[in-house]
Every structure is written in structure tokens, then in C-alpha cells.
């Protein structure tokens, strides 16, 4: 069974880079046919997809936070990462990481809130 698990600070100040990782168990990061999202919820807002990688390690992200934004992996930890540069108050969110495979997203972490304060 296939597990995502997020990891990161709670708590991250203005202007700084937000660091979060996603360990995966029961399946490999290099699976063919498997992308690992990034997405966010913010209160009272709908989810927000901000990026994915695939499982060759193409990225593709939301054009609006391409500029401050990356994605990588690491597959000897089985795991996925994402950055987020410059932070504001408007990326607190909860933050998931997600599997699509055929269209559909079939995995979800738990989820992590960031919250953006100094």
C-alpha cells in the first residue's frame, strides 16, 4: 500500500524559502506512468495545484509561482521536494503531496500546514 508522507516547518517567516519534502513507501518515485503533485488549500479557498514531477524527473509548474518555485527529487530516499522562494502570508496553507497515475489522484499525504508570519 502506498503511503506519502509530508515533512517540514510549521512555521516559516516572510521573504524566506519555504522547504518541504514527501517521503513515499510501497512505491518508487521512478515508476513509470506515476506524477507526484504538490498541492495546496488555503482557508476558505479552493485546492491549488502547484507543481508536479514524473517519474522520468520532467517538472511542470503553475505559471504563476514558476518564478519562486521548484520541485526535485532525490530517489535513493524515494522521496520528492518542494521550494518555495520569498514566501508571503498568502502561501499559508495546508500543503499535500499527490500521486496521479491514469488521470487520476490516487494517493494524498496527510497534508502540513505552513503558515507564513514573522
Known amino acids: 500500500q502506498i503511503q506519502l508522507q509530508e515533512s517540514g516547518p510549521g512555521l516559516v517567516k516572510p521573504s524566506q524559502t519555504l522547504s518541504l519534502s514527501c517521503i513515499v513507501s510501497?512505491?518508487?518515485?521512478?515508476?513509470?506512468?506515476?506524477?507526484w503533485m504538490w498541492i495546496r488549500q488555503s482557508p476558505g479557498k479552493e485546492p491549488e495545484w502547484l507543481g508536479m514531477i514524473d517519474y522520468s524527473g520532467i517538472t511542470n509548474y503553475r505559471p504563476s509561482l514558476k518564478s519562486r518555485m521548484a520541485i526535485s527529487r532525490d530517489t535513493s530516499k524515494n522521496q520528492f521536494s518542494l521550494r518555495l522562494e520569498s514566501v508571503t502570508p498568502e502561501d499559508t496553507a495546508v500543503y499535500y503531496c499527490?500521486?496521479?497515475?491514469?488521470?487520476?489522484?490516487?494517493?494524498w499525504g496527510q497534508g502540513t500546514q505552513v503558515t507564513v508570519s514573522s
Open positions: 499527490v500521486k496521479e497515475w491514469g488521470g487520476r489522484y490516487d494517493a
Open positions: 510501497g512505491e518508487a518515485v521512478t515508476s513509470v506512468y506515476n506524477y
